[in-house]
Antibody
Framework: EVQLVESGGDLVQPGGSLRLSCAAS????????MSWVRQAPGGGLEWVAN????????YYVDSVKGRFTISRDNAKNSLYLQMNSLRAEDTAVYYC?????????WGQGTLVTVSS | DVVMTQSPLSLPVTLGQPASISCKSS???????????LSWFQQRPGQSPRRLIY???NRDSGVPDRFSGSGSGADFTLKISRVEADDIGVYYC?????????FGGGTKVEIK
Protein backbone atom coordinates (compact mmCIF):
# COMPACT_ATOMS: atom_id res chain seq x y z
CA GLU A 1 0.00 0.00 0.00
CA VAL A 2 1.35 3.40 -1.00
CA GLN A 3 1.80 5.72 1.97
CA LEU A 4 3.09 9.27 2.25
CA VAL A 5 3.49 10.63 5.76
CA GLU A 6 4.44 14.27 6.30
CA SER A 7 5.94 15.68 9.47
CA GLY A 8 7.72 18.76 10.74
CA GLY A 9 4.90 21.30 10.73
CA ASP A 10 4.89 23.75 13.61
CA LEU A 11 4.23 27.31 14.77
CA VAL A 12 7.09 29.55 13.71
CA GLN A 13 7.70 33.30 13.84
CA PRO A 14 7.89 35.41 10.68
CA GLY A 15 11.41 35.22 9.28
CA GLY A 16 11.97 31.80 10.82
CA SER A 17 12.80 28.46 9.26
CA LEU A 18 11.28 25.00 9.21
CA ARG A 19 12.08 21.70 7.55
CA LEU A 20 9.26 19.42 6.44
CA SER A 21 9.72 15.72 5.78
CA CYS A 22 7.69 13.18 3.86
CA ALA A 23 8.29 9.47 4.42
CA ALA A 24 7.28 7.31 1.48
CA SER A 25 6.52 3.60 1.46
CA UNK A 26 4.76 1.01 -0.65
CA UNK A 27 6.34 2.00 -3.96
CA UNK A 28 9.75 2.50 -5.56
CA UNK A 29 10.35 6.06 -4.36
CA UNK A 30 13.43 6.58 -6.53
CA UNK A 31 11.35 6.03 -9.70
CA UNK A 32 9.01 8.97 -9.22
CA UNK A 33 9.05 12.73 -9.37
CA MET A 34 7.66 14.13 -6.12
CA SER A 35 5.79 17.34 -5.37
CA TRP A 36 4.80 19.60 -2.50
CA VAL A 37 1.37 21.25 -2.56
CA ARG A 38 -0.05 23.59 0.08
CA GLN A 39 -3.48 24.68 1.19
CA ALA A 40 -4.04 27.84 3.21
CA PRO A 41 -6.68 27.58 5.98
CA GLY A 42 -10.09 27.43 4.36
CA GLY A 43 -8.45 28.01 0.99
CA GLY A 44 -7.61 26.31 -2.24
CA LEU A 45 -4.66 24.28 -3.41
CA GLU A 46 -1.34 25.69 -4.60
CA TRP A 47 1.50 23.69 -6.10
CA VAL A 48 4.77 24.66 -4.39
CA ALA A 49 7.67 22.65 -5.80
CA ASN A 50 8.71 19.39 -7.38
CA UNK A 51 11.87 17.33 -7.81
CA UNK A 52 13.06 14.78 -10.32
CA UNK A 53 13.81 11.19 -9.41
CA UNK A 54 17.55 11.76 -8.98
CA UNK A 55 17.23 15.29 -7.62
CA UNK A 56 18.86 16.82 -10.70
CA UNK A 57 15.88 19.04 -11.57
CA UNK A 58 13.82 21.13 -9.19
CA TYR A 59 11.06 23.63 -9.86
CA TYR A 60 9.32 26.15 -7.62
CA VAL A 61 6.33 28.44 -7.67
CA ASP A 62 7.51 32.06 -7.93
CA SER A 63 6.32 33.01 -4.45
CA VAL A 64 8.77 30.63 -2.74
CA LYS A 65 11.79 30.84 -5.06
CA GLY A 66 14.94 31.71 -3.14
CA ARG A 67 13.29 30.88 0.20
CA PHE A 68 12.28 27.20 -0.09
CA THR A 69 14.44 24.26 -1.12
CA ILE A 70 13.11 20.86 -2.09
CA SER A 71 15.35 17.82 -1.72
CA ARG A 72 15.15 14.06 -1.41
CA ASP A 73 17.07 11.10 -0.04
CA ASN A 74 16.26 8.02 -2.09
CA ALA A 75 18.16 5.76 0.31
CA LYS A 76 15.77 6.84 3.06
CA ASN A 77 12.67 7.06 0.83
CA SER A 78 12.21 10.61 2.01
CA LEU A 79 11.27 13.98 0.56
CA TYR A 80 12.06 17.28 2.24
CA LEU A 81 11.11 20.94 2.06
CA GLN A 82 13.44 23.43 3.72
CA MET A 83 11.53 26.66 4.29
CA ASN A 84 13.45 29.83 5.19
CA SER A 85 12.38 33.46 5.63
CA LEU A 86 8.85 32.34 6.38
CA ARG A 87 6.00 34.79 5.96
CA ALA A 88 2.45 34.88 7.29
CA GLU A 89 1.19 33.98 3.82
CA ASP A 90 3.10 30.68 3.97
CA THR A 91 0.67 29.49 6.65
CA ALA A 92 -0.91 26.34 5.24
CA VAL A 93 -1.22 22.60 5.37
CA TYR A 94 1.62 21.19 3.29
CA TYR A 95 1.06 17.96 1.38
CA CYS A 96 3.58 15.79 -0.38
CA UNK A 97 2.24 14.12 -3.48
CA UNK A 98 3.59 11.60 -5.91
CA UNK A 99 4.28 12.71 -9.44
CA UNK A 100 5.69 15.44 -11.68
CA UNK A 101 2.20 16.85 -11.72
CA UNK A 102 0.63 16.23 -8.25
CA UNK A 103 -1.13 12.98 -8.88
CA UNK A 104 -2.45 9.77 -7.59
CA UNK A 105 -1.17 9.69 -4.00
CA TRP A 106 -1.08 12.43 -1.39
CA GLY A 107 -0.11 12.43 2.25
CA GLN A 108 -2.34 13.59 5.09
CA GLY A 109 -0.53 16.92 5.34
CA THR A 110 1.35 18.83 8.03
CA LEU A 111 0.32 22.27 9.32
CA VAL A 112 2.72 25.20 9.18
CA THR A 113 1.64 28.33 11.02
CA VAL A 114 3.68 31.50 10.66
CA SER A 115 2.74 33.98 13.34
CA SER A 116 4.27 36.11 16.07
CA ASP B 1 0.10 31.37 -15.04
CA VAL B 2 -2.94 29.54 -16.40
CA VAL B 3 -6.09 30.51 -14.54
CA MET B 4 -8.58 27.73 -13.84
CA THR B 5 -12.14 28.90 -13.26
CA GLN B 6 -14.67 26.52 -11.73
CA SER B 7 -18.41 26.89 -11.51
CA PRO B 8 -20.52 26.82 -9.56
CA LEU B 9 -18.78 27.67 -6.28
CA SER B 10 -21.42 25.75 -4.38
CA LEU B 11 -23.57 22.90 -5.64
CA PRO B 12 -26.50 21.72 -3.50
CA VAL B 13 -27.56 18.31 -4.76
CA THR B 14 -30.27 15.78 -4.10
CA LEU B 15 -29.15 12.23 -3.33
CA GLY B 16 -29.58 10.01 -6.36
CA GLN B 17 -29.65 12.94 -8.76
CA PRO B 18 -26.89 13.91 -11.23
CA ALA B 19 -24.43 16.74 -10.68
CA SER B 20 -22.08 18.59 -12.98
CA ILE B 21 -19.07 20.87 -12.34
CA SER B 22 -17.51 23.09 -14.97
CA CYS B 23 -13.83 24.01 -15.25
CA LYS B 24 -12.51 26.49 -17.80
CA SER B 25 -8.87 27.35 -18.38
CA SER B 26 -7.46 30.67 -19.57
CA UNK B 27 -5.70 28.88 -22.43
CA UNK B 28 -5.83 25.57 -24.21
CA UNK B 29 -4.56 22.64 -22.16
CA UNK B 30 -3.41 20.57 -25.12
CA UNK B 31 0.26 19.79 -24.50
CA UNK B 32 2.84 19.63 -27.28
CA UNK B 33 2.99 15.86 -26.66
CA UNK B 34 -0.66 15.60 -27.66
CA UNK B 35 -1.99 14.93 -24.17
CA UNK B 36 -4.34 17.19 -22.22
CA UNK B 37 -3.25 17.26 -18.59
CA LEU B 38 -6.48 18.07 -16.81
CA SER B 39 -7.22 16.27 -13.54
CA TRP B 40 -10.05 16.32 -11.02
CA PHE B 41 -9.60 15.93 -7.27
CA GLN B 42 -12.07 15.30 -4.47
CA GLN B 43 -11.42 16.57 -0.96
CA ARG B 44 -13.78 15.22 1.65
CA PRO B 45 -14.10 17.18 4.92
CA GLY B 46 -10.98 16.81 7.02
CA GLN B 47 -9.16 14.72 4.40
CA SER B 48 -6.40 15.27 1.90
CA PRO B 49 -7.21 15.55 -1.80
CA ARG B 50 -7.80 12.37 -3.76
CA ARG B 51 -7.42 12.26 -7.53
CA LEU B 52 -10.49 10.99 -9.36
CA ILE B 53 -9.75 11.70 -13.01
CA TYR B 54 -6.55 12.30 -14.99
CA UNK B 55 -5.97 13.40 -18.58
CA UNK B 56 -9.57 14.63 -18.89
CA UNK B 57 -11.46 11.37 -18.75
CA ASN B 58 -9.39 8.56 -17.21
CA ARG B 59 -10.68 7.32 -13.85
CA ASP B 60 -8.16 6.44 -11.18
CA SER B 61 -8.18 2.96 -9.68
CA GLY B 62 -11.03 2.47 -7.21
CA VAL B 63 -13.03 5.49 -8.39
CA PRO B 64 -16.70 4.59 -8.90
CA ASP B 65 -17.92 4.71 -12.47
CA ARG B 66 -20.58 7.25 -11.52
CA PHE B 67 -17.76 9.81 -11.85
CA SER B 68 -16.86 10.84 -15.39
CA GLY B 69 -14.76 13.56 -16.93
CA SER B 70 -15.09 15.12 -20.35
CA GLY B 71 -14.09 18.13 -22.38
CA SER B 72 -11.34 19.44 -24.60
CA GLY B 73 -9.20 22.48 -25.24
CA ALA B 74 -10.09 24.87 -22.45
CA ASP B 75 -13.51 23.62 -21.36
CA PHE B 76 -13.99 20.61 -19.07
CA THR B 77 -16.70 18.97 -17.00
CA LEU B 78 -16.88 16.54 -14.11
CA LYS B 79 -20.15 14.66 -13.84
CA ILE B 80 -21.55 12.52 -11.07
CA SER B 81 -24.33 10.37 -12.49
CA ARG B 82 -26.09 9.73 -9.16
CA VAL B 83 -24.86 11.60 -6.11
CA GLU B 84 -24.30 9.59 -2.94
CA ALA B 85 -23.78 10.88 0.60
CA ASP B 86 -20.12 9.87 0.35
CA ASP B 87 -19.60 12.41 -2.44
CA ILE B 88 -19.90 15.54 -0.31
CA GLY B 89 -16.79 17.68 -0.25
CA VAL B 90 -14.88 20.10 -2.41
CA TYR B 91 -13.88 19.26 -5.97
CA TYR B 92 -10.90 20.84 -7.71
CA CYS B 93 -9.71 20.75 -11.28
CA UNK B 94 -5.98 21.05 -11.96
CA UNK B 95 -4.02 21.66 -15.13
CA UNK B 96 -0.56 20.20 -15.58
CA UNK B 97 0.04 21.21 -19.18
CA UNK B 98 1.59 24.63 -18.57
CA UNK B 99 4.11 25.41 -15.82
CA UNK B 100 3.39 25.83 -12.98
CA UNK B 101 0.50 23.44 -12.35
CA UNK B 102 -2.55 25.41 -11.23
CA PHE B 103 -5.81 24.51 -9.53
CA GLY B 104 -9.32 25.81 -9.82
CA GLY B 105 -10.84 27.52 -6.80
CA GLY B 106 -13.00 24.53 -5.91
CA THR B 107 -16.68 23.59 -5.98
CA LYS B 108 -18.34 22.60 -2.73
CA VAL B 109 -20.84 19.79 -3.20
CA GLU B 110 -23.38 19.54 -0.43
CA ILE B 111 -26.61 17.66 0.08
CA LYS B 112 -29.87 19.63 -0.13
Amino acid sequence: EVQLVESGGDLVQPGGSLRLSCAASGFTFSSYWMSWVRQAPGGGLEWVANIKQDGSEKYYVDSVKGRFTISRDNAKNSLYLQMNSLRAEDTAVYYCARGYRPGDYWGQGTLVTVSS
Amino acid sequence: DVVMTQSPLSLPVTLGQPASISCKSSQSLVHSDGNTYLSWFQQRPGQSPRRLIYKVSNRDSGVPDRFSGSGSGADFTLKISRVEADDIGVYYCMQGTHWPPTFGGGTKVEIK
